[in-house]
């Protein structure tokens, strides 16, 4: 079965630029998630979607990042503007059933890796 | 508010030995506890998923224990490879929250 896909696979932008990533998730996951990972250390989510609603974006900075998953399948994420401390990985990651789930283990894209100058 | 923490941060052992990572976390009350592998410039790839009911879990020349009443998970690796060199992240889904919490890793290097 094909893995979750990202693009691009890296992005270099300037300061206050706009810039979007995509992802696609394995075929009939239901959850999608973006995360956050900056230079050592862990992933940080920030968004999460139960088919193309939105169960929690607390930690998504709602004046510069926003996300959609509008037909349920793929997601975007977008960063405007952008700034220096937004430099980081951003990884996307699916899973089968419901977000709730005991035991709902979540697979990987490759990520994207955004540099601001 | 559930935080993981990963020791050491950085590891360096000859091929062959066998060797042990750390993860410990402060709500005991979770629902899994996941080891990832992520190698550098890529994604993470999922290696250990173990449930809240179970005491280990194993792959291979992996083992992962889990230990909940004291916070604590170790990833257990038998007869280290320089293929093993990765950075290796352990990951919690608390019981009061759907997401996972994740640590910020051990970056291992297996010298041949």
């Known amino acids: ?117 | 508010k559930q935080e993981v923490t990963q020791i050491p941060a950085a590891l360096s052992v000859p091929e062959g030995e066998n060797l042990v990572l750390n993860c410990s976390f402060t709500d005991s009350a979770i629902y899994n506890l996941q080891w990832f592998r992520q190698d550098p410039g890529k994604g993470l790839t999922s290696l250990l998923l173990i449930q809240s009911s179970q005491r280990e879990q194993t792959s291979g020349r992996l083992n992962a224990s889990l230990d909940k009443s004291s916070g604590r998970s170790t990833l257990y690796i038998a007869a280290s490879q320089p293929g093993d060199s990765a950075t290796y992240l352990c990951a919690v889904r608390p019981g009061s929250a759907r997401q996972l919490t994740f640590g910020s890793g051990t970056q291992l290097t297996v010298l041949p």
């Open chain 1, 1 to 117: 079965e094909a893995g979750v896909a990202q693009s691009p696979r890296y992005k270099i932008i300037e300061k206050r630029q706009s810039v979007a990533f995509w992802c696609n998730p394995i075929s009939g996951h239901a959850t999608l998630y973006w995360y956050q990972q900056i230079l050592g250390q862990g992933p940080k989510l920030l968004i999460q979607f139960q088919n193309n609603g939105v169960v929690d974006d607390s930690q998504l900075p709602k004046d510069r990042f926003s996300a959609e998953r509008l037909k349920g399948v793929d997601s975007t994420l977008k960063i405007q503007p952008a700034k220096l401390e937004d430099s980081a990985v951003y990884l996307c990651a699916s899973s089968h059933g419901l977000a709730g789930g005991h035991n709902n283990e979540q697979f990987f894209g490759p990520g994207t890796r955004l540099t601001v100058l």
